[in-house]
């Protein structure tokens, strides 16, 4: 286990060390402690490590991760694991706004809420948020599933692509062109494995979810729904 | 019927044939105007201003004999691998998807050779692009199509999309006819829709988010790569103020001439100022700041000739970009396709409906068959002829002016020919000290 001061080594050594592990294979296991809100914490990581930060984090941590775990023993800023391309990250507490946005593939979990704008141009990613999501979540989400063992905000998947979003709570509203859609049998699949993966199997079960999706009105412009853009 | 003559028809100065017809297209279709390119209306711009050139009180360099060099360094504020251009006129932001591969492997070949930068857009990186661009300026988009850590590290610089010119405050679009299979995978989304970028990026908003957002962008990178900031001309002083603020190496400032693959005709009409306008406020920005040359100035927006790039570098950019005229030289408009332009009821030179994906040039299409008519290096060479004669046209100018450096020409090099362009750009009416809206002069 590699530990990191960031508070004493500063966030420009540790991003440059977890950099430079692309390609190696003996420190896999990292630790990074007084992490106290930086900006920016792991970000651009490229290897298949494994990285606990002790604490909560500032903007973007994870941003753009890949092939690494990241595990936020604490809350994250806005933006965590932002563009992510594969990998996981795994947040114990809540994560502020953006969470997740446009992220093309990996697996994020936020084991406590999930602030607005969840998911956000979402374009591969995996989520799921054991508490509830805030408002405009999945916005513009092209592809992925987003997964909310509790309930979401206003104008939920607005405008949405061919994301999929599985929420078990209520929905206090649906955005332009977001409607319910069927459960099929491939669906509950895919929830039973994004349930375990992400660390919820024992707190809900994939019948209980409600999915939404698009009503693909909006793809092509059409004047007769001008009231809708 | 009378001796006396007819009163002859008038037209409206108001209402004249070319805002009847939009009136009755309007009227006919339910849908507003959407095209491609930059204002078509008459705007004061660069052809309002002259120089003096050389006079008893300043003595000219000898055009054949002594040099007046063109190089620029961009991204020396924080970057460790600033960019070198031979020349300031660079390739702008235009994307895979509004263009083609073909074109696109064009500007970078023609860029190339030329010895200056070419620029990706909201379509993502191309090999064929990277692949033939020497220096090549990753666009980090509010879509994020595309985006990915590998090419932010294969870029030579980043830039940060905040606005354009010909929309500032607006997203893109994408019509279905150009999302073919390539453009739909490279973007994430399903073939044959209308695809829209968004007009803010997801994940912050404001100056202050944007600091931290570059220096994710500069962890992620190592702190190698210059950070553009693009914005439209929209509130130049401010805007500069804020990307100098926010922590960038390079601010780049987009006129309302400045073009785009498509957009509502309105938004490109009468959203923006015009570059004229933009350049010596976003200049007094950087240097209130005391970052003038520190932090370099990348202007655009209907730059067509050397005048242009001489006169932009005057007023005190630092470099200029190019879009509209790179796909003209590259072949877009050109006359030789008249027939296939008036099959599409346009003509040659006033061709502007790139979303269609009909472009008889093969240039703004995702068409295979235009495809066809496009040959990369050819175009890539023309593009290198034009950006060679800018660059001697700009040369020729400084040196009546004295200069040894385009990057020593100056305000004071300048005079307007309209009491418009005088206020816009500072720089006195032609025969007079006067710049409307400064104290003193007459």
């Known amino acids: ?125 995996d989520i799921v948020v054991h508490g509830s999501i805030g408002h405009m979540s999945a916005f513009m989400a092209q592809s992925g599933n987003l997964v909310v063992l509790g309930d979401a905000g206003d104008a939920l998947g607005d405008s949405l692509y061919e994301a999929r979003l599985f929420v078990r709570g209520s929905v206090k509203s649906l955005g332009a062109d977001c409607i319910e859609k069927e459960m099929r049998p491939e669906h509950y699949a895919i929830l039973e494995d994004l349930l375990k993966r992400g660390e919820a199997d024992h707190l809900a079960k994939p019948r209980e979810f409600k999915r939404y999706g698009s009503a693909r009105k909006l793809y092509n412009f059409n004047i007769d729904n001008a009231s809708a853009y | 019927m009378s001796d006396f003559p007819h009163t002859p028809p008038r037209y409206s100065a108001t209402f004249t044939p070319a805002i009847n017809a939009e009136i009755r297209r309007a009227a006919a279709s339910g849908i507003y105007d959407i095209r491609g390119g930059g204002t078509k209306r008459h705007l004061p711009h660069f052809d309002d201003l002259l120089f003096l050139g050389a006079s008893i009180s300043r003595y000219p360099l000898e055009g054949y004999r002594e040099k007046c060099a063109t190089d620029v360094w961009l991204g020396t504020r924080f970057a460790k691998k600033p960019i070198h251009l031979d020349i300031p006129v660079t390739i702008a932001g235009m994307s895979f998807g509004a263009l083609s591969g073909p074109a696109k492997e064009a500007l970078g070949r023609g860029a190339s050779a030329a010895g200056t930068s070419t620029t990706t857009g909201d379509g993502g990186m191309t090999e064929e692009e990277r692949g033939h661009s020497q220096t090549l300026v990753y666009q980090y988009l509010p879509s994020r199509y595309g985006m990915n850590p590998d090419d932010l590290r294969r870029a030579d610089a980043i830039e940060v999309v905040v606005g354009q010119g010909a929309k500032p405050g607006g997203g893109g679009m994408l019509l279905g006819q150009k999302i073919s299979d390539r453009v739909a995978m490279m973007r994430n989304l399903p073939k044959g829709i209308d695809q829209r970028s968004a007009c803010r990026h997801p994940d912050w908003t404001g100056p202050d988010d944007l600091e931290i957002k570059i220096m994710e962008i500069r962890e992620i990178t190592d702190w190698e ?17 804020l990307a100098v603020k926010a922590g960038a190496d390079v601010v780049v400032l987009d006129g309302m001439q400045g073009g785009t693959a498509a957009t509502q005709d309105v938004f490109i009409e009468h959203v923006g100022m015009p570059i004229l306008a933009c350049i010596p406020l976003a200049v007094k920005a950087l240097q209130d700041l005391g970052m003038h040359r520190k932090v370099q100035l990348i202007v655009s927006g209907g730059i067509r000739t050397g005048a242009d790039v001489a006169k932009a570098m005057a007023l005190g950019a630092d470099a200029v970009a190019i879009g509209t005229a790179a796909l003209v030289a590259l072949g877009d408009n050109d006359p030789k396709w008249e027939g296939e332009y008036q099959k599409l009821q346009t003509t040659a030179d006033a061709y502007d409906d790139w979303h269609e994906g009909k472009d008889p040039a093969g240039i703004t299409t995702q068409d295979p068959e235009l495809f066809k008519r496009f040959d990369p290096i050819l175009g890539g060479r023309r593009l290198k002829n034009y950006l060679k004669v800018m660059t001697l046209e700009a040369q020729t100018i400084a040196r009546a002016c004295g200069k040894n450096h385009l990057h020593n020409l100056e305000p004071e090099d300048l005079c307007s020919l309209t009491i418009e362009a005088a206020a816009m750009a500072g720089v006195p009416l032609a025969g007079t000290s006067w710049i409307p809206g400064r104290n003193g002069g007459y």
């Not at chain 1, 990074?32 to 920016?40: C, E, F």
């Not at chain 1, 795994?90 to 406590?112: C, E, F, H, M, P």
């Open chain 1, 1 to 125: 286990m590699q530990t990191f001061d960031l508070g004493k080594e500063g966030l420009r050594a540790l991003n440059s060390s977890l950099h430079a592990l692309k390609g190696q294979t003996n420190m896999t296991a990292w630790e990074v402690v007084n992490p106290k809100g930086a900006h920016a914490i792991a970000a651009g990581v490229d290897a298949d490590v494994d990285i606990t930060v002790r604490g909560s984090t500032g903007y973007y941590c994870a941003g753009m991760n890949k092939l690494a775990t990241i595990r936020i023993k604490g809350s994250a800023g806005p933006g965590v694991a932002e563009n992510m391309m594969s990998g996981t990250v795994i947040i114990d507490g809540n994560a502020s706004q953006y969470a997740g946005a446009t992220g093309r593939g990996g697996l994020l979990v936020v084991k406590g809420n999930a602030s607005s704008r969840c998911g956000v141009s979402m374009k591969g990613i």
């Open chain 2, 225 to 241: 790569k210059p950070i553009y900031v693009k914005v439209g001309g929209a509130r130049p002083y401010y805007d500069t103020a």
